[in-house]
């Protein structure tokens, strides 16, 4: 098992910046993928940005450039820097790790960006 726990959610204006993080704890293999998804209200829940032990990432077209994950394999967080931020990335923004093929996820942090 893999327990989650993210911080960093708030409200901010449009245009500002926020850093979410997310402390992993358990059964934790450095070989896991980790990431962070988002689920606006009424929508379903999509990634944002992805990172593989070694480092790699992959990004929603709709954030690349503004936003970045970078992970400790030291401390077994993940984080995302978020900037020049949008009313529509308004949503619950939810850790996740894939681990032999088991998703586990956090509890959300909520993230507004008001205009």
């Known amino acids: 098992q893999v327990q989650l726990v993210e911080s960093g959610g708030g409200l901010v204006q449009a245009g500002g910046s926020l850093r979410l993080s997310c402390a992993a704890s358990?059964?934790?293999?450095?070989?896991?993928?980790m990431g962070w998804y988002r689920q606006a209200p009424g929508e379903q829940r999509e990634m944002v940005a992805v990172?593989?032990?070694?480092?790699?990432?992959n990004y929603a077209d709709s954030v690349k450039g503004r936003f970045t994950i970078s992970r400790d394999n030291t401390k077994n967080t993940v984080s995302l820097q978020m900037n020049s931020l949008k009313t529509e990335d308004t949503a619950v923004y939810y850790c996740?790790?894939?681990?032999?093929?088991?998703?586990?996820w956090g509890k959300g942090t909520l993230v507004t960006v008001s205009s």
């Open positions: 996740n790790v894939n681990q032999y093929g088991v998703n586990y």
């Open positions: 990172i593989t032990s070694g480092g790699s990432t």
């Open positions: 358990g059964r934790l293999s450095r070989t896991s993928a």
